[in-house]
C-alpha cells in the first residue's frame, strides 16, 4: 500500500495545465490519499467557482484513492460545502496514520501558529494580500531557491510547529503539518512538514511498506 500525503497546493479558479498533469500523474501513482489543509484558496477564490473550474478533472481520481481530506487556514470549513465530499471521501481537522514504529498526528498545523486572519477580518483585503504573495513567492523561488523558505515567516512557522510537538507528543508521536511552505522531515524530533505542491516545485510525503519519506522534485 502507498500513501500520498500533500498540502498546500493553493488550487483556485485560475487553471494551470502543466500543474493539472503533475498532479493526476502523482495521485495515479499511489493508493491513498491524504490532503492535508489548503487543497484550494478561499482567499482568493470563491467555493463555487473552484468546484466548476477545470481542477474539478481531479475529484473523481481523489474520491478513487479515498481522500481523506483535512482542512487548512484558506480552505476553513466554513468556507466550503458538502460538495467537498465531489473530491475527498472524509473530511477532518485532524487524521491519524501509522508507520514503524511512529504514529503520524496529521494537520495542517496553523492551529499551533499564527495567520493572517488573526490580524485582518476583511476578506476583500486579505484576497489582495493572498495574490500578491502569491506572486511575490513565486519570483522569491525563481531567484532565491528554496533557502526563500528556509528564513522568515516560513522558518518561524515550522519552528513554532516543531516546539508543540516536543512539548506536546509522546515520544512514538510525529506531527505532520503543512502550512509552511517548507518542507522538513525530522521524525526523531517529533515533525516533519509536508511542504507544498507550487510555483513548479513539488514537496509531499509517501508512506510505503510502513515507512515514510520525503519528495522534492520539480514540475
Known sequence: MKTLIFSDTHL???????????????????????????????????????????WSRL???LKQKGAIYIYGNHDFAYLSDKRVSLFSVKQVDEYLAYTNPKKLIIKHGHQHTPSIQ?????????????????????WALRILGQRFFQKGLY??????MKQ??????????????GHSHNAVFEPDQKFINSGFIRHGLAQYLIIENKKIRLIQEKY
Open 12 to 54: 483556485t479558479h485560475r487553471f494551470e495545465p502543466r500543474k493539472f498533469e503533475y498532479l493526476k500523474k502523482l495521485f495515479n501513482s499511489v493508493d491513498e490519499i491524504i490532503i492535508n489543509g489548503d487543497f484550494w484558496d478561499g482567499l482568493s477564490t470563491k467555493f463555487e467557482k473552484f468546484i466548476n473550474s477545470p
Open 59 to 61: 475529484f473523481p481520481l
Open 118 to 138: 488573526d490580524k485582518f477580518n476583511n476578506m476583500k483585503l486579505l484576497g489582495l494580500i493572498n495574490d500578491w504573495y502569491d506572486v511575490g513567492e513565486k
Open 155 to 160: 522558518a518561524s512557522f515550522n519552528r513554532w
Open 164 to 177: 508543540y510537538a516536543q512539548s506536546n507528543l509522546q515520544s512514538n508521536e510525529v506531527l505532520v503539518c
